[in-house]
């Protein structure tokens, strides 16, 4: 009786939410920009678990969402009405209405290029995909396979990931720099990328929105590490980042063509992002160069911690950047936004 009482509760649930929302959940992968805490359940020093991150979430408690409040991944979810938060797949607390209105699989750190994850020790793209496959058995057990088929099929998956490859494996460290100039190293990220979707697809994703790349260059650590004196925005991180987003945009409008069934889109956040980042005040904000965290040049991470509180911004909303890398919730929500909006027909 248990099991027919779930899958009755499974199938009430999941009508009841295609009738007041779009898709009827959201399923993520990808890095930092979209880890709602998954990197507080493996053993990595990416981590942002403590303070002052989360100290403008609900009751000020860090969550391991690199910010200071909601990313991403909670502004779609709020956006297409399904819940207000998208929670970590690896939170042991998650139930199975959690699971039927989606998760984050995203782990701070990782990348398309494999290396990237395992030179930080995150969950790689691989990875995220095994927890997949386990997170589509517990729904089959639930509803069985044929409805969780055609429950996928509905669902709208995001894949934002990629700036870690640019910005640490390829020119922080140098393992793929010595074999690879830049036209080669995002040919090789752009052929994971590919290998993942086709991944992804094989395994029921059918309405999938890929995020490109932001302006990287322009980030404060970037800016502090490669930006001179003056702490400009480093042109060479940021004309890798728009080649690979040229060779993704190419690359996503292919599988459209030869993956039957699959309504993809590529979303432009470089742009976006820059138009914030050059007229802050056109959208609301005083700092676009430095981060709201310590000195905003380098805390990131660990680096941001309790320690940098006496120097910590008081008021996050007047800074594009929460951290050196990362934007704050307002940041995140203006530009969640314009991404979302972007294209949303092609996915229906």
């Known amino acids: 009786m ?44 990416i981590k942002c678990d403590f303070a002052p991150y989360g100290r403008d979430f609900q009751g000020g408690k860090p969550t391991g969402r690199f910010s200071n409040g909601k990313v991403p991944s909670d502004f779609a979810a709020e956006f ?39 030179i930080v020790s995150v969950l790689s793209l691989s990875d995220q995909l095994e927890l997949f496959k386990e997170y589509k058995e517990k729904i089959k057990l639930a509803m069985g396979e044929e409805q969780t088929t055609n429950f996928l099929s509905k669902v709208l998956f995001i894949i934002c990931t990629g700036s870690d490859d640019i910005a640490n494996t390829y020119f922080t460290t140098p393992f793929r720099r010595a074999h690879y100039d830049i036209d080669s190293y ?15 697809y094989g395994e029921g994703a059918r309405r999938i929105a890929i995020l490109g790349l932001p302006p990287i260059g322009c980030v404060p650590s970037q800016r502090t590490l490669g930006g001179g004196k003056q702490r400009g925005c480093v042109e060479a991180a940021n004309r890798a980042a728009t080649l690979f987003n040229s060779k993704l945009s190419a690359q996503v409008d292919s599988l459209k ?9 590529y979303n432009d956040i470089y742009n976006p992002l820059l138009s914030i980042i050059q007229n802050p005040q056109k959208y609301g904000f005083e700092e676009a160069n430095k981060g709201c965290c310590g000195t905003g040049n380098i805390e990131v991470s660990i680096l941001c911690n309790q320690l940098s509180n006496h ?4 008021d996050a909303s007047k800074f594009v950047f929460w951290d050196s890398y990362h934007p704050t919730e307002a940041a995140y929500k203006i530009l969640s936004s314009v991404i979302l909006n972007q294209h949303l027909n092609d996915l229906l």
């Open 2 to 45: 248990l099991c027919i009482f779930v899958v009755l509760l499974s199938e009430g649930c999941i009508l009841a939410l295609s009738k007041n929302t779009t898709f009827p959940a959201i399923i993520v992968f990808g890095d930092s920009i979209v880890d709602p805490g998954n990197n507080n359940y493996i053993s990595t020093i």
């Open 80 to 118: 297409y009405g399904i819940k207000e938060l998208l929670p970590a797949y690896l939170d042991p607390n998650l139930n199975l209405q959690d699971l039927l209105t989606g998760v984050s699989f995203a782990s701070g750190g990782a990348g398309y290029d494999p290396l990237t994850s395992k």
């Open 186 to 200: 995002t040919n090789l990220t752009i052929s994971s990328a590919s290998q993942f979707f086709q991944e992804l």
């Open 257 to 265: 063509k030869s993956l039957p069934g699959l309504k993809t889109v």
């Open 311 to 314: 120097k910590t911004c008081k």
